[in-house]
């Protein structure tokens, strides 16, 4: 018993913390279904890095030495020294993207890059706050809602709050549904929350288009911001595998075993990051309040734009669908067409905000690449 009463006794009030963080997010996963994948395993693994003198973690031990931990391990290996684990995500993320509806309205693109405001005034807010502005980078990447693209980008520049970033990521994607109606409604009106939109038949994409597009993408974004060419060149090879017709058990795996055990292994290799002494701090407070400032102004960016657009245009646009332009796909298109049909039943706004929606997952990776690019450059 007696090393029962001196592991209990190790603990301290910050590990406390981390173990009720931990709980709670496994209470999101299970009880709310908020990104369970991904939720419950960053979860549990906050427990385990945070257990005295966890197995989990390098340590040395009394007459052994030094002994590795299985998750500091995954995350040296999977994430600090490759970024291996979020951009292979990015494969079958790319695999479960239809481009169609958005190949069919290209004018969506504009709609993706202005709801990406949010980073770049997220970083400002940061950087006016005292953190470092690689710091600042990494937390205004929050307002991408791509959970990968978070991690990645606070892991290259090298920022100190990769674990808190990644939570704040994902549990502001997990939340979408809550923070974005709360966002459109601030800045619009009931009458253009009711507006309706021509349901025009979609113009036919061809297989040609579908396939010449990852590849156009690829090579464009890659003159543009070479530092996100891992980013969108593993996005839009998932998307090839997808569209190309002859890869199918390819693409299905993409999509489903890759996608879900890179998912798991990710979720459980980022709570590395949360172990006490690097999470329970005041500067993680301020992490979670900037992105959810990042949150907000993406979507306040998205809806005003598109207000903007109306001022010119005869025919008017839904501002809602603005908001779809976040890379949270598809909740974000579900969370606008539910608004849609909350303040005037029959209004279908679904296949706009979808093309919105996936035009933002673009948009998200390229604005992590400027991140990347800018601030490298800078420092």
Known sequence: MEFIYEGLLSITPQQVVMYLVGLLLIYLAIKKEYEPALLLPMGFGAILVNLPLSGVINQTMSGIGEVNGIIEWLFNVGIEASEALPILLFIGIGAMIDFGPLLSQPVMFLFGAAAQFGIFFAICAAALMGFDLKDAASIGIIGAADGPTSILVSQVLGSRYVGPIAVAAYSYMALVPIVQPFAIRLVTTKKERRIRMPAKPARPVTKTTRILFPIIVTFLVGLISPASVSLVGFLMFGNLLRECGVLGNLSDTAQTSLANLITLLLGITISFSMRADAFVRLDTLLIMVLGLVAF??????????????????????????????ISAFPMSARVVQKMAMKEDPGNILIMQATGVNVSGQIASVIAGGLVISLVSAYL
């Open 296 to 325: 907000v102004f993406d979507t306040i960016g998205g809806v005003l734009f598109a207000k903007v657009l109306n001022l010119f245009r005869k025919e008017k646009i839904n501002p809602m669908i603005g908001a779809a332009g």
